[in-house]
C-alpha cells in the first residue's frame, strides 16, 4: 500500500509534514533516482535518498513513553553548556529516534510525552488540537482575587493575549509561597511563568502534571519513564485526532 512521500518520511520521524514539503520543492528528496515532487507516494520497495543520503523505508512499529522530567535537564538533544538532556535517560532506539511532544524548559519539571510517530506527535503539538496542559506552580508573592481574574481573562503579553483557563488553589504552606494549579490551552514559551511574572510575582516552582487526557503517574518518579499501555496508545490518537497505522 502506498502512502505519501512526506507522511513516510515524518512517521520516521525526520520532521514535520510541512517541513519535509518544503524539503522536496528544494529538490532535496529522491525516489528511485529522480528528484521528489509534491504529491508523490512511496511502497516498501521504492529506494529513498534525502541529502543523498538513502533512506530505508520500512513500516516501524512505534513506541510511547511518558517521562517524568527533572528541572535540571534540557529538551534539547545537544548542548553547547554540556547540560543533561531529557534524550539521556530514554531507551536507545534503532532505525527511529524519540520525539518530544512539545517543550519543557530547563528548571519546569514534570510531564513530557515521547513517541516515534511524527505525524502523531505533531497533530498532539498543534494549536488546533486544543489539547489543553495542567501545571502546578508554586507562587512567591502576595496573590490577589484581582490577579486571578487578570489571568482568567487575558492579559496581553510580548508574543500576544494569553489567560489561563482555570486557576485552582493547592495546598497550603507556611511561608510565603503557595501553590495553585492553572490550565492553558497553548504551549508557548514559558507561557505560565511570563503570566504569573505579568502581575508583580515570582514563579518558585512549575511542574506539568497533565497534558490533556493523560496524567503524570505517581510512580513514575524524576528521571523515570513508563510505556503506555495499549489502551492509553489509543486514547493519544484519539486526542490528537489521528487515525492509527497498525504497526
Given at each position: 500500500m502506498s502512502e505519501k512521500l512526506q507522511k513516510v518520511l515524518a512517521n520516521m520521524g525526520m520532521g514535520s509534514r510541512r517541513g519535509l514539503e518544503v524539503w522536496i520543492t528544494e529538490?532535496?528528496?529522491?525516489?528511485?533516482?529522480?528528484?521528489?515532487?509534491?504529491?508523490?507516494?512511496?511502497?516498501?520497495?521504492?529506494?529513498?535518498?534525502?541529502?543523498?543520503?538513502?533512506?530505508?523505508?520500512?513500516?516501524?512499529?512505534?513506541?510511547?513513553?511518558?517521562?517524568?522530567?527533572?528541572s535540571n535537564e534540557i529538551c534539547s538533544r545537544d548542548d553547547p553548556e554540556g547540560r543533561k538532556s531529557v534524550f539521556d535517560k530514554l531507551p536507545r532506539l534503532?532505525?527511529?529516534?524519540?520525539?518530544?511532544?512539545?517543550?519543557?524548559?530547563?528548571?519546569?519539571?514534570?510531564?513530557?510525552?515521547?513517541?516515534?510517530?511524527?505525524?502523531?506527535?505533531n497533530k498532539l503539538m498543534h494549536p488546533s488540537s486544543k489539547i489543553d496542559r495542567e501545571y502546578a506552580v508554586r507562587i512567591l508573592g502576595d496573590v490577589t482575587e484581582e490577579i486571578l481574574n487578570n489571568m482568567r481573562e487575558g492579559v496581553l503579553l510580548d508574543d500576544g493575549m494569553a489567560k489561563f483557563t482555570d486557576i485552582q488553589k493547592g495546598r497550603d504552606e507556611e511561608s510565603a509561597n503557595e501553590w495553585y494549579y492553572v490550565v492553558l490551552m497553548d504551549g508557548r514559551n514559558?507561557?505560565?511563568?511570563?503570566?504569573?511574572?505579568?502581575?508583580?510575582?515570582?514563579?518558585?516552582?512549575?511542574?506539568?502534571?497533565?497534558?490533556?487526557?493523560?496524567?503524570?503517574?505517581?510512580?513514575?518518579?524524576?528521571?523515570?519513564?513508563?510505556?503506555?499501555?495499549?489502551?492509553?496508545?489509543?486514547?493519544?490518537y484519539e486526542m490528537a485526532g489521528v487515525k492509527r497505522n497498525r504497526r
Open positions: 529538490g532535496r528528496i529522491r525516489v528511485n533516482g529522480k528528484v521528489a515532487k509534491l504529491g508523490d507516494r512511496v511502497e516498501e520497495d521504492d529506494h529513498i535518498m534525502v541529502d543523498g543520503k538513502p533512506i530505508r523505508y520500512e513500516q516501524p512499529k512505534h513506541r510511547y513513553l511518558i517521562y517524568n522530567k527533572p534503532k532505525k527511529q529516534r524519540w520525539i518530544s511532544v512539545g517543550r519543557l524548559d530547563y528548571s519546569t519539571s514534570g510531564l513530557l510525552i515521547f513517541t516515534t510517530d511524527g505525524e502523531l506527535a514559558r507561557e505560565v511563568r511570563r503570566l504569573w511574572e505579568s502581575q508583580g510575582l515570582t514563579v518558585s516552582r512549575l511542574k506539568r502534571v497533565r497534558y490533556g487526557h493523560f496524567f503524570l503517574p505517581s510512580a513514575v518518579k524524576a528521571g523515570q519513564y513508563t510505556d503506555l499501555k495499549a489502551k492509553d496508545i489509543r486514547l493519544l
